[in-house]
């Protein structure tokens, strides 16, 4: 609670959230959340899964998203930045949870390297190709087609990939 607001800046958010995702569902409108991971949030991922299942379990899917370093996330990356893989380590539990509970789920704004295959199923290359940028390691990748790659705004903050080459 306390986090997701202090994430918004703004007192209360999280009760004002639970509150209109509610009664959206309640209305029979279909709700997607989308949770966009962060240095601040990553830690509690799996807890979000968790009240996800327990008080929103009619919501109608769940995306889990890489983050993307423009506008604010710019101005305060040492505060927020956190490598897809690590951001993606985070998640696993969370996915795990909301697929065990037939919530549909899905990943986006991930480098296709940092999810294990297990997982392509519900991969999705979601950055817009205006946006999307790949490292020179990537060209000569065998999956570079279905992968999302990095936005232009964050691949400055790339230093490793691991391409599938066979």
């Not at 994430?7 to 509150?19: H, K, N, R």
Request: proline share 3%; aromatic share 10%; with cysteine.
């Amino acid at each position: 609670k306390s986090v997701h607001d202090y994430i918004t800046s703004a007192a209360g958010s999280f009760d004002q959230t639970v509150i209109g995702i509610k009664r959206r569902i309640s209305r029979g409108v279909q709700v997607e959340l989308r949770i966009v991971v962060s240095k601040l949030n990553a830690a509690y991922i799996k807890d979000i899964a968790s009240l996800i299942v327990k008080e929103f379990p009619k919501v109608n899917s769940v995306k889990l998203m890489g983050l993307e370093m423009l506008g604010n996330a710019a101005v305060n990356m040492e505060r927020v930045w956190i490598p897809y893989q690590d951001a993606f380590e985070a998640s696993e539990q969370a996915i795990n949870i909301l697929l065990s509970e037939g919530i549909d789920v899905a990943i986006y704004n991930f480098p296709l390297c940092v999810v294990p295959k297990k997982y392509w199923g519900i991969y999705k290359r979601s950055i817009d190709e205006s946006k999307t940028k790949y490292l020179e390691e990537c060209e000569k990748c065998k999956e570079k087609l279905v992968c999302g790659g990095f936005f232009s705004g964050t691949i400055r903050l790339i230093d490793k990939v691991t391409p599938f080459y066979d």
